[in-house]
Structure formats: structure tokens, C-alpha cells
């Protein structure tokens, strides 16, 4: 693995269904990150995490979750997909004291 | 609510031109100013940062920073085909240092 991965690539998702998306970084950077991208509306703060073990809420946190078990992952999850969920979801991680984000290859998420 | 403000383009320059992007931001907290480049169907790249008023250089991108202004910029100098891509402005604020966004500027360099 080298920097960031993302897994799946791209999901179509039945509205309802209950959905995790993944994010692991070899990096050993502490703060992670979610992203959602929509036409217009450029990047926005889901979910983020400054060290393993917490989490706090971003910009559009309603309707998802996460965790940080561990440094390397951080797993966003849909309890229930909604059509208003479907986007292009960016994980990203940094270093401590460093604000510039590094960003995975992105997955896109239909949701019908 | 802070914002971040991108005029969002197309903005067409022909290769080799300066092309010139800009950015105002609404929070005077604002602390951190980055520049991401984004290539269709890719994620956003890190390509500048700056955090103190003036100019900032590297290769042929400079960042320009004037907070009492509550701008920033990005200049691209000879410009090439390479080049095009939606280019996003990020502001840190606050004692969280979470980005906000721009929605980005689309920019096109023309053989």
C-alpha cells in the first residue's frame, strides 16, 4: 500500500441499505479525514479524526458514522442510505502540525 | 458559517499565458491558505500553501496572500495543457484547523 486507498471504487445502493466505505493510510499520519464532493457544492467535512481513538463531527456529519480503532483505518458508514447521499466520498489524512491534506483516489456512491 | 468564494469559470488562457486564480475568504481568524489541483475523475492534490501576507513561489506556481484583504491567489506561469483542471482554494481557521472549500475554478490552457 502506498498513501491512501480507498475501497469500493464505485457502489450503486439501494436506499435503505446500510453502507461502509473504506479508508486505510500507510502513512502513520494521525488526523484522517471524510469528504464528501457534489457539483457546485465543492468539498465538505463529514467526519474527522485527530488521533486514534476520536472522532468529531464536520460540516454534514447527519446520516453517517465513524471510528478510528487503530491509525491506519477509518471506515465511514451509512446506517441507511438516502438518494441525498449519493456523492463522490474523499478520505484524507495529515500530520500533526501540518494542515495540507492528502487525499485518496475518491469512491462514488449512487444510491437509488 | 465561514466561506470560502471561487469564481468558478471556465477561465481559458492559451499556452504559455499567466493564468491568474483567485480566492476571498470570509473568516479574518483564517490562519492557513491552500491550493489543491483537481484533475476530472481525480482526487484533489495538494500544490501550495501559504500562511503569511505576500508572495510565495514554486516552479512556475505562486500563491499570493494579502489577509487584510481576505485574499488569496494563484498565479501559473507558461501555462500548459497540463495544466487544466479545477483548481480549489482551502482556508484553515479556528483551533480545530479544518479546511473549508472553495467550490473551485475550472481552468482551461488552449495549444
Known amino acids: 500500500i502506498a498513501g491512501i486507498t480507498q475501497a469500493p471504487t464505485s457502489q450503486i445502493l439501494a436506499a435503505g441499505r446500510r453502507m461502509t466505505l473504506r479508508c486505510t493510510q500507510d502513512m502513520r499520519h494521525n488526523a484522517m479525514y471524510w469528504y464528501r464532493q457534489d457539483l457546485g457544492l465543492g468539498l465538505r467535512l463529514i467526519h474527522y479524526?485527530?488521533?486514534?481513538?476520536?472522532?468529531g463531527k464536520g460540516e454534514v456529519p447527519d446520516g453517517y458514522s465513524v471510528s478510528r480503532a487503530n491509525t491506519d483505518d477509518f471506515p465511514l458508514t451509512l446506517a441507511s442510505a438516502v438518494p441525498s447521499q449519493t456523492s463522490v466520498y474523499f478520505c484524507?489524512?495529515?500530520?500533526?502540525?501540518?494542515?495540507?491534506?492528502?487525499f485518496g483516489p475518491g469512491t462514488r456512491l449512487t444510491v437509488l | 458559517q465561514k466561506e470560502v468564494e471561487q469564481n468558478s469559470g471556465p477561465l481559458s488562457v492559451p499556452e504559455g499565458a499567466i493564468a491568474s486564480l483567485n480566492c476571498t475568504y470570509s473568516d479574518r481568524g483564517s490562519q492557513s491558505f491552500f491550493w489543491y489541483r483537481q484533475y476530472s475523475g481525480k482526487s484533489p492534490e495538494l500544490i501550495m500553501s501559504i500562511y503569511s501576507n505576500g508572495d510565495k513561489e514554486d516552479g512556475r506556481f505562486t500563491a499570493q496572500l494579502n489577509k487584510a484583504s481576505q485574499y488569496v491567489s494563484l498565479l501559473i506561469r507558461d501555462s500548459q495543457p497540463s495544466d487544466s483542471a479545477t483548481y480549489l482554494c482551502?482556508?484553515?481557521?479556528?483551533?480545530?484547523?479544518?479546511?473549508?472549500f472553495g467550490s473551485g475554478t475550472q481552468l482551461t490552457v488552449l495549444p
Open positions: 479524526s485527530n488521533t486514534a481513538g476520536t472522532t
Open positions: 484524507a489524512s495529515s500530520t500533526s502540525g501540518e494542515e495540507g491534506k492528502y
Open positions: 482551502a482556508v484553515s481557521s479556528g483551533s480545530a484547523r479544518q479546511l473549508t
